[in-house]
T-cell receptor, first 113, second 113 residues
Framework: ETGVTQSPTHLIKTRGQQVTLRCSSQSGHNTVSWYQQALGQGPQFIFQYYREEENGRGNFPPRFSGLQFPNYSSELNVNALELDDSALYLC????????????FGPGTRLTVL | AQSVTQPDIHITVSEGASLELRCNYSYGATPYLFWYVQSPGQGLQLLLKYFSGDTLVQGIKGFEAEFKRSQSSFNLRKPSVHWSDAAEYFCAVGGGEGNMLTFGGGTRLMVKP
């Protein structure tokens, strides 16, 4: 157990809808990252938040957005869902430093129909 | 840009046999390297990490990995595999934009009784 929790566990949406996924960081961690893991692939970095601001982003369009709250919990929002957005979404928390380890939550499985 | 290659998509070993999972990385500076394990439907669990110093690192569950700069490799090893080791294994390199992790495509390990 890493202390990182995510909700919901599973979610089914239809194309064009919007979705919000939630993450609660491990106690003491001030940085959260989100990753997308398509079936049969490794996770891909979406973005990272530190002190409630985005401070790093992977190759994902603006319809992927996020929030980090003062208690270090976080949300991932995806607008205008596409079929290819079906994936396992993982959040990871850590203390902001160059060498700190990221600890992952169990993920949210999103299915877009 | 950083990248990770795991050449073996699937590996099957007999219980009690030794294991080596290959990982090759591309990164412009001194890499931070990680091995994570993922059981079906689960998040990622950190097995071990390399930041600096001794190139042979020990991890949990009896795993170890060796960093070889000349070969740009960070192979994972275990002397005797247990049936519970069956899972997907991901190698990752850290750094770059937001200190993100870049993952390989994973190696699925199956263990024969």
């Amino acid at each position: 157990e890493t202390g990182v929790t995510q909700s919901p566990t599973h979610l089914i949406k239809t194309r064009g809808q919007q979705v919000t996924l939630r993450c609660s960081s491990q106690s003491g961690h001030n940085t959260v990252s989100w990753y997308q893991q398509a079936l049969g692939q490794g996770p891909q970095f979406i973005f990272q938040y530190y002190r409630e601001e985005e401070n790093g982003r992977g190759n994902f369009p603006p319809r992927f957005s996020g929030l980090q709250f003062p208690n270090y919990s976080s949300e991932l929002n995806v607008n205008a869902l596409e079929l290819d957005d079906s994936a396992l979404y993982l959040c990871a928390s850590r203390v902001f430093s160059g060498t700190d380890t990221q600890y992952f939550g169990p993920g949210t499985r999103l299915t877009v129909l | 840009a950083q990248s990770v290659t795991q050449p073996d998509i699937h590996i099957t070993v007999s219980e009690g046999a030794s294991l080596e999972l290959r990982c090759n990385y591309s990164y412009g500076a001194t890499p931070y390297l990680f091995w994570y394990v993922q059981s079906p439907g689960q998040g990622l669990q950190l097995l071990l990490k390399y930041f600096s110093g001794d190139t042979l690192v020990q991890g949990i569950k009896g795993f170890e990995a060796e960093f070889k700069r000349s070969q740009s490799s960070f192979n994972l090893r275990k002397p005797s595999v247990h049936w519970s080791d069956a899972a997907e294994y991901f190698c990752a390199v850290g750094g770059g934009e937001g200190n993100m992790l870049t993952f390989g495509g994973g190696t699925r390990l199956m263990v024969k009784p």
